[in-house]
C-alpha cells in the first residue's frame, strides 16, 4: 500500500456536528444546512498501491481538486487520517502524515510525491527558466552538485521531448502544451513514488492532449509511480487509469475497475455521467 | 553641540535595553532576523542608523571607536557618525584598527585581523536574504524555520547555467552555522570568507528595516555554493595599490580621465604600510 486516507473530510467555513451527516451524496447537497460551511470532501477512505493508476471524476465543485490539494498537503484537513508507505514515527508504526512536524511535511512533498496543476502558473514559476524550475525541484530533494542537477534538469527535459537548447528560456516563452510538459518534467525530476495530476490536459486542443496523455503513459510504464490523475473528461480517465472513484457533493459514490464503471456504471450518478459523454 | 542634557550614548536605558535584548537573542540564533524597534536618529534612515544604534547600546566609557565606511575612516558618513558617538559618549576615537574596541563599518571588513575584545558591527540596507525570491514574509520566516533555500539555489542554478558563475558581486549569501542563510550585507565577495570563525563578535544593524542580526565569535560561516564550484573572489592578481604598494588586499578602482588607478580601501591598512615601507627604507 502506498497511500491510504481515512474517513477523510475537509470542511470551509466554521463547521459544526451536523457538517457530515447533513451534506454528501444521500443529502444531496454539499453545504451544511445547520453552519452554512462548505463541505468539499465528506468522509473520503481510499487506498492507492504501487504503480497503480487512480482516476476520480465528478461534476465541478463535487471536491476532486481539494481531495488531491489535501493529499498534497496544499489545503490542511479538516478531519481524518492520512498514511504514506514508508513514513513512520519513532517506534516504526505508520504514522498520520498530517501530523508530521513541517520539515518532514515538505520531505515528503519534495520527494515523494509531485503535483501538476491544470493552470502552469500555479505548477511553474515564472521568473525562474524552464531548466531553474525543474532545478529547483531537484535542490529540493537535497542535491548541491551543481553538474548533476544540470545533467538530471538536461535529462528529464530531453524526456518531454524539448530540445535542450531551451532549457534556458522562461515559460513565458512556451506555448501552453509545452509549459504543460514542463511542468511534468518538473514533477518527475524528483523521481516521486506518487504523481498527482489535476485535470492536466483540461484547455488544451486535442492533438496536443493526445500526445502529453501518451507522454505521461510512457513514463508511468518507464519510471514506475503511481498516479491519481483527477478529470471531468472521461475519454482521459478511459485512457490512463486502471481504478476509478467517482465523487458527488464531496462523497465517494462508486469505485471499481475502470473499464467496469464506464461499461456497467452501478450508481444513477454515474449511469448519468457516462450516459453524458460525448 | 552642547551635550550636558544628553545621556551616555544618546538613548535612554530602557531603549539601550530593548536592543541589547534583540542583540542578545541574535547571538544566540547565529544568523537569525530578529526585529527591534528602531528609533529616529538625527540622522536619515537608510544612512546608518542600524548600525548607529547598534554602537550606541554597547558602548561603555572604556571603548576606543573606529567607524569606516567601505574601508575609509575620512568619508563624510564615517566622520559623521563617528562625532555624533563622541559627542554623546566622550569615548575615545582611533583609526588603528588594531586599537578599536568597537568598529562600526558599512560595506567592508578591515584588512587588519580581528581579536577577541572587539565587536564589528555593520550597517546594513535588506537584512532579508529572501526577498528577491519571496516577497511574503510570513513565507519567509517559514522558509528559514524549514530550511527551505531551494529558491535561492535556483537562482545560483541559473547564473551558473548562463553565465558559468553567479553574477552577484556584494551582498553575497552565507550559510550561518549550517542553519540560517543570511544576507552579510554589501560586503565583496573578498571579504566573505573573513567571517568564518572570526575571533570577533559581528553584528549586523538594519535601521531602516528594524533588524538586527549576529555573527558570535568562531562560528562557522559559508558562502552559498554548490558542492562541486569554487566560491570565486574578487581578483586583483597584478595589481597592487598605487599609493602604498600593497597586493593582497581589496582595491578600489579609480576611473581618471588618464586611465584606470587602483588604491587600497582599507586606508588604516594603506596609512600602515606606507609608513612601515617608509621605515624599511
Redesign the interface.
Known amino acids: 500500500m502506498l497511500l491510504e486516507l481515512k474517513n477523510v473530510s475537509k470542511i470551509f467555513g466554521s463547521g459544526c456536528n451536523n457538517c457530515l451527516p447533513e451534506t454528501g451524496e444521500q443529502a444531496d447537497r454539499a453545504i451544511c444546512p445547520v453552519c452554512h460551511s462548505v463541505v468539499a470532501v465528506n468522509d473520503v477512505s481510499l487506498k492507492v498501491k504501487d504503480k497503480e493508476i487512480l482516476g476520480v471524476v465528478g461534476e465541478s465543485g463535487s471536491g476532486k481538486s481539494t481531495l488531491l490539494q489535501l493529499i498534497f498537503q496544499d489545503q490542511p484537513v479538516s478531519e481524518g487520517t492520512i498514511f504514506f508507505n514508508g513514513i513512520k514515527d519513532r517506534e516504526g508504526n505508520n504514522c498520520n502524515i498530517l501530523e508530521l512536524p513541517?520539515?518532514r511535511k515538505?520531505w515528503l512533498r519534495n520527494h515523494e510525491m509531485s503535483m501538476i496543476y491544470q493552470n502552469p502558473h500555479l505548477g511553474l514559476?515564472f521568473?525562474?527558466?524552464a531548466?531553474?524550475?525543474i532545478?529547483?525541484k531537484i535542490?529540493?530533494a537535497g542535491e548541491?552538485?551543481?553538474?548533476?542537477?544540470?545533467d538530471q534538469a538536461l535529462y528529464y527535459f530531453g524526456k518531454i521531448e524539448m530540445p535542450r537548447s531551451r532549457?534556458?528560456d522562461y515559460p513565458d516563452n512556451f506555448s501552453g502544451g509545452q509549459q504543460q510538459r514542463i511542468q511534468i518534467a518538473k514533477a518527475l525530476s524528483s523521481s516521486p513514488r506518487l504523481l498527482l495530476l489535476d485535470e492536466p490536459t483540461t484547455g488544451l486542443d486535442v492533438s496536443v492532449q493526445a500526445r502529453i496523455l501518451d507522454l505521461i503513459k510512457a513514463l508511468q510504464y518507464e519510471m514506475g509511480f503511481s498516479m491519481i490523475v483527477v478529470s471531468h473528461d472521461l475519454g482521459v480517465i478511459n485512457h490512463l487509469t486502471d481504478l476509478t472513484l467517482v465523487m458527488k457533493n464531496g462523497s465517494l459514490v462508486e469505485y471499481g475497475l475502470t473499464d467496469q464503471i464506464l461499461e456497467d456504471p452501478q450508481h444513477p450518478y454515474t449511469q448519468l455521467l457516462v450516459s453524458s459523454k460525448l | 553641540m552642547t551635550t550636558d542634557n544628553i545621556t551616555f550614548g544618546f538613548f535612554d536605558e530602557d531603549a539601550k535595553k530593548e536592543i541589547r535584548r534583540a542583540m542578545l537573542k541574535a547571538v544566540a540564533l547565529p544568523g537569525y532576523i530578529v526585529p527591534f524597534a528602531s528609533r529616529e536618529m538625527p540622522i536619515a534612515r537608510g544612512w546608518g542608523t542600524g548600525g548607529l544604534q547598534v554602537t550606541l547600546s554597547l558602548i561603555t566609557d572604556k571603548d576606543q571607536l573606529k567607524i569606516i565606511d567601505q574601508g575609509c575612516d575620512g568619508s563624510v558618513n564615517a566622520v559623521n557618525i563617528r562625532d555624533f558617538i563622541v559627542s554623546v559618549t566622550g569615548v575615545e576615537e582611533t583609526t588603528a584598527t588594531p586599537d578599536a574596541t568597537i568598529i562600526q563599518t558599512r560595506h567592508r571588513v578591515p584588512e587588519y585581523p580581528l581579536s577577541e575584545n572587539q565587536t564589528l558591527v555593520y550597517q546594513v540596507p535588506y537584512p532579508e536574504v529572501l526577498t528577491t525570491v519571496e516577497p511574503d514574509t510570513a513565507r519567509q520566516k517559514e522558509m528559514h524555520a524549514n530550511v527551505d533555500y531551494a529558491k535561492l539555489w535556483v537562482l545560483l542554478y541559473e547564473d551558473t547555467a548562463q553565465f558559468g558563475d553567479s553574477r552577484i558581486s556584494s551582498r553575497y549569501p552565507v550559510v550561518v552555522n549550517n542553519h540560517y542563510v543570511m544576507d552579510p550585507s554589501p560586503i565583496p565577495k573578498f571579504d566573505i570568507p573573513k567571517l568564518s570563525d572570526n575571533p570577533a563578535l559581528q553584528i549586523f544593524g538594519a535601521g531602516r528595516e528594524k533588524r538586527i542580526y549576529a555573527i558570535p565569535p568562531y562560528t562557522d560561516v559559508k558562502p552559498l555554493k554548490f558542492s562541486d564550484r569554487e566560491f570565486a573572489i574578487e581578483d586583483f592578481s597584478g595589481k597592487a595599490c598605487e599609493r602604498c604598494g600593497s597586493e593582497d588586499v581589496f582595491l578600489d578602482e579609480v576611473h581618471l580621465d588618464d586611465g584606470v588607478h587602483f588604491f587600497c580601501s582599507d586606508t588604516y591598512h594603506c596609512d600602515t604600510h606606507l609608513k612601515e615601507d617608509r621605515g624599511a627604507a
Open positions: 513541517p520539515a515538505a514559476n521568473n525562474f527558466s531548466g531553474g524550475n532545478a529547483e535542490l529540493g548541491k552538485r551543481y553538474e548533476v542537477i544540470r532549457i534556458d
